[in-house]
């Protein structure tokens, strides 16, 4: 039996914040990280040289040390109103506050110093008018872009800062069990595919991110930790030409426009601008492909992405949000034999499906280039699929063209942080010494508010 004082459940920029900040304020306590992936060393994707995706069981681009957020295009939004709902809990400016002190921390290990959407006032009012006036709210946030390549470098860096203070990770290790005995958590058992091991620790600090939020959710229901089912996010990945979008990415690197579009007046929203980007394909669970995108610091494409989600709110007596996106997900991945679905916009709005002869000749050239050709209203709920359609329109008056016929969709994109724990502004779980962090609670989204939510954490257990 092992025996630590703090125990953390996941690699991501949660955990990964929790154990530096610890670190960082010469604690004493003994930290061990368990990790399901690789060190971010070891993280490759055999796509590069295949050229496909060949559904590995433990996927590279969502697990590993950092996280999802290794492959990602590695933006830092630096303002509390983006990233979820963790200023609800402690207070915005605690969040705008350790938002500063962990962004120096990025400088620290190398980050760019460029912050994006400063440098263009006017542009961005002009921008701010256009979304006016097709019916969305512009909420300008600052981005710092680490980029793909440079995101990596970052978090090796800050991998090996822990392992030299005496941090101790173990890769490609499960938890399989918290061990909770009359609501009080003693540690879990973790599992390295070949034996199991018990590690009794004083604290337990779960952070397994989006791709651990179904493992959370079981575990919620297991040991009776409170939670409650939050907003599911169902939508898809646009992708345009870099000049339908070029006056955003110069004034503000990434867009983030809100509307509530009819008929359902559903809040739609984009997430995860990528100029010059690749869209991308990620394997969770039960081999669930979904669809996400990045951008290198270096290497650029020709065309923009972005995703478009439309947030449901669900009431009693359903309390499957998870459930619900990873069965529109696996309905879309059987449409196209286990990976990413792709149609033109010209065709969704004619109703037939897009064919791969189409893709060859259309102006938009996909950047994810083993996505199937085909149909995603054969399985996109039609409350999503209308206010999507809807809001694509509304979207071409802010960039014209965006609507346009060759405008790619990719299907599915799904965000998995659906299953709220309920806690208080300590982070205490109804579990004593259980606690919870990051994009599978259902506080956070993004890289920078889960590592503002793994600062405070460690403050706490100071």
């Known amino acids: 039996m092992k025996k630590v004082d703090v125990l953390i459940v996941g690699a991501g920029p949660a955990g990964i914040f929790t154990a530096l900040e610890l670190v960082k304020k010469d ?22 040289k295949v050229g496909h995706c060949v559904s ?28 979820g709902d963790l200023p609800d809990l402690v207070g915005a400016d605690l969040v705008q506050e350790t ?9 620290d290990f190398g980050a760019d110093t460029k912050i994006e959407g400063l440098d263009h006032p006017e542009a961005i009012e002009e921008i701010r008018s256009r979304a006016t006036k097709a019916g969305l709210k512009l909420v300008d946030c600052p981005i710092r872009h680490l980029g793909t390549e440079k995101a990596q ?17 173990l890769f490609n290790t499960d938890c399989v069990e918290l061990c909770i005995k009359d609501g009080v958590a003693s540690g879990a058992i973790i599992s390295n595919g070949k034996n199991e091991e018990t590690v009794q620790a004083e604290t337990t600090v779960i952070a ?22 939050g907003q599911v996010d169902v939508g898809v990945r646009v992708e345009v030409p870099n000049k339908v979008m070029q006056k955003i990415n110069e004034a503000l690197y990434e867009s983030k426009l809100v509307g509530y579009p009819m008929p359902f007046l559903n809040k739609v929203r984009t997430f995860c601008q990528n100029p010059g980007g690749f869209v991308s394909q990620e394997n969770y669970e039960n081999n669930l492909a979904l669809v996400n995108g990045h951008s290198y610091k270096d290497k650029k494409s020709e065309n923009t992405n972005l995703s478009i989600l439309c947030s449901h709110n669900f009431t009693e007596p ?32 004619l109703g037939k499906r897009t064919w791969q002869h189409e893709l060859e000749t259309n102006k938009v050239k996909p950047t994810l280039v083993d996505a199937v050709a085909g149909d995603i209203t054969f399985a996109m709920p039609y409350r999503a699929m209308l206010s999507i359609i809807n809001f694509i329109k509304q979207m071409n008056v802010v960039a014209p063209g965006f609507a346009d016929s060759d405008t790619l969709l990719y299907s599915p994109e799904i ?15 109804d579990v004593k010494n259980l606690y919870c962090l990051g994009d599978s609670t259902g506080w956070t989204r993004g890289l920078m508010m889960c590592s503002v939510m793994g600062v405070l954490m460690a403050r706490k257990l100071i």
């Open 153 to 169: 470098e970052i978090y090796y860096a800050i991998e090996q800062y822990l392992l030299n203070n005496g941090v101790e990770i």
């Open 415 to 429: 965000k998995f942080y659906s299953n709220k724990i309920k806690m208080d502004k300590d982070f205490n779980t």
């Open 208 to 229: 397994t991110g989006r791709r651990g939020a179904d493992w959370l959710e079981r575990m919620c229901n297991k040991h009776n930790i409170s939670h409650y089912p």
């Open 27 to 48: 604690s004493k306590k003994s930290i061990l990280i368990v990790e399901k992936g690789n060190a971010i060393e070891k993280r490759s994707c055999p796509k590069h």
């Open 318 to 349: 359903f309390n499957q949000p998870i459930e619900y996106g990873q069965s529109i997900g696996e309905l879309t991945n059987m449409l196209a034999a286990g990976r990413i679905l792709v149609q033109r916009f010209g065709d969704i709005l």
């Open 56 to 83: 590995c069981p433990n996927c590279a681009i969502t697990s590993g040390f950092s996280g999802a957020g290794a492959f990602s295009d590695g933006k830092l939004s630096l303002c509390s109103d983006v990233g």
């Open 99 to 107: 938002i500063q002190y962990a962004d120096q921390i990025y400088l």
